[in-house]
């Protein structure tokens, strides 16, 4: 993955638009809170696989976390925090922010096919 290149991203969620894609987001801190803070409590969310129909995409933010939008006819889907990407050599937007120890923190991914791995 690279650091986000906002205009990249921006012309491939544009080309995603308007068709069913598959998507994949996560986020979590696991047991990353808990293992330092024993007064901190653990969050995550887990989505694989689910169709989703967009209209509109907005990437916004800078090199410090970004902010990608999907908006549906139902409302939105967002990731926060996304700062490298990929459009791997399935034609997949891979989109994912990783903390200063490099763990995952968030992910967004975007497929016109189901994600197998």
Same mark, same amino acid.
């Given at each position: 993955? +690279? @650091?986000? %290149?906002?205009?990249i991203?921006?012309?491939?969620?544009?080309?995603? @638009?308007?068709?069913? !894609?598959? !998507?994949?987001? +996560?986020?979590t801190?696991g047991a /990353? @809170?808990s293992?330092?803070?024993a007064d901190? /409590?653990?969050v995550?969310v887990?989505m694989?696989n689910?169709t !989703?129909? /967009?209209?509109?995409a907005?990437?916004?933010?800078d090199?410090?976390?970004?902010? !990608?939008?999907?908006?549906?006819?139902?409302g939105?889907v967002?990731? +926060?925090?996304?700062? *490298?990407y *990929?459009i %791997?050599?399935? %034609?997949?937007?891979?989109? @994912?922010?990783h %903390?200063? +120890?490099?763990?995952?923190m968030?992910?967004?991914?975007?497929?016109?096919?189901?994600?197998? *791995?």
């Amino acid at each position: 993955m +690279e @650091a986000i %290149d906002k205009t990249i991203v921006q012309t491939k969620l544009n080309q995603l @638009a308007n068709q069913d !894609v598959y !998507v994949h987001i +996560e986020t979590t801190n696991g047991a /990353y @809170a808990s293992h330092h803070n024993a007064d901190a /409590y653990n969050v995550g969310v887990f989505m694989r696989n689910a169709t !989703v129909r /967009y209209h509109q995409a907005k990437i916004t933010g800078d090199h410090t976390g970004y902010r !990608v939008g999907l908006k549906t006819d139902n409302g939105w889907v967002y990731a +926060e925090g996304v700062r *490298e990407y *990929e459009i %791997d050599t399935s %034609d997949r937007l891979l989109l @994912a922010g990783h %903390d200063r +120890e490099g763990r995952l923190m968030v992910a967004l991914q975007l497929s016109r096919t189901p994600f197998n *791995e």
